[in-house]
Nanobody, 116 residues
Framework: QVQLVESGGGLVQPGGSLRLSCAAS????????MTWYRQAPGNERELVAR???????NYTDSVKGRFTISRDNGKKTVYLQMNNLKPEDTAVYYC??????????WGKGTLVTVSS
């Protein structure tokens, strides 16, 4: 019954903003590292942002200063605030929850399209 449900994707113009949400259920959310990945056509899946159970954050260089990951353990939700969006940010964004190599959950993804 583990479930990760992404929402908030859509079409946005370059320079715009979007906030993605990932609602979790069926596991002890607060003990898991939460990560946003993305995959665009012709590209490999890449890590975008991660926040650990201890609230340590890391980002891929291309989004530093533009994206912010956060989590609300009470709501069992992780967020990705995306500002100053660029066409190269266009991708399907996936939510991942991980505690150890044997425990790894994925959402189905939400599409972000940045285009004029």
């Amino acid at each position: 019954q583990v479930q990760l449900v992404e929402s908030g994707g859509g079409l946005v113009q370059p320079g715009g903003s979007l906030r993605l949400s990932c609602a979790a259920s069926g596991f002890t959310f607060s003990t898991y590292a939460m990560t946003w990945y993305r995959q665009a056509p012709g590209n490999e899946r890449e890590l975008v942002a991660r926040i650990t159970s201890g609230y340590y954050r890391n980002y891929t260089d291309s989004v530093k200063g533009r994206f912010t990951i956060s989590r609300d353990n009470g709501k069992k939700t992780v967020y990705l605030q995306m500002n100053n969006l660029k066409p190269e940010d266009t991708a399907v964004y996936y939510c991942n929850a991980k505690m150890n190599p044997d425990v790894d959950y994925w959402g189905k993804g939400t599409l972000v399209t940045v285009s004029s």
